[in-house]
Nanobody, 129 residues
Framework: QVQLVESGGGLVQPGGSLRLSCAAS????????INWFRQAPGKEREGVSC????????YYADSAKDRFTISRDNTKNTVYLQMNSLKPEDTAVYYC??????????????????????WGQGTLVTVSS
């Protein structure tokens, strides 16, 4: 069964850090592009970051640049999103997703989720004092 499972969310104070994990089963993450998306209450889903397996490139939304880092541990079949300098506006449910292709779909700086077929259940990140 093809599955993605996120973990690592929680409550953190502004300026704090969290590391989210996305563990895959049923396929090998090393061979595919993995995306992180988030959705805040009342807002549209936003692509946060993507890691391409075809060329090793990583992409970030402007809101995540210089604060978030996507990485892979192929031995654990897991992708991580390290989030630093967190802000209240980062509060959202975070999802990892893939279409099982090897390239991120980024248009005009926007990470697209339209063709992503496998999604995790999400993990809630709350940034609040």
């Amino acid at each position: 069964q093809v599955q993605l499972v996120e973990s690592g969310g929680g409550l953190v104070q502004p300026g704090g850090s969290l590391r989210l994990s996305c563990a895959a089963s049923g396929f090998t993450l090393e061979d595919v592009a993995i995306n992180w998306f988030r959705q805040a209450p009342g807002k549209e889903r936003e692509g946060v970051s993507c890691s391409s397996s075809s060329d090793g490139r990583s992409y970030y939304a402007d809101s995540a640049k210089d604060r978030f880092t996507i990485s892979r541990d192929n031995t654990k079949n897991t992708v991580y999103l390290q989030m630093n300098s967190l802000k209240p506006e980062d509060t959202a449910v975070y999802y990892c997703a893939t279409n099982r292709g090897d390239t991120c779909l980024v248009v005009g700086g926007t990470i697209l989720g339209k063709y992503l077929e496998v999604w995790g259940q999400g993990t809630l990140v709350t940034v609040s004092s």
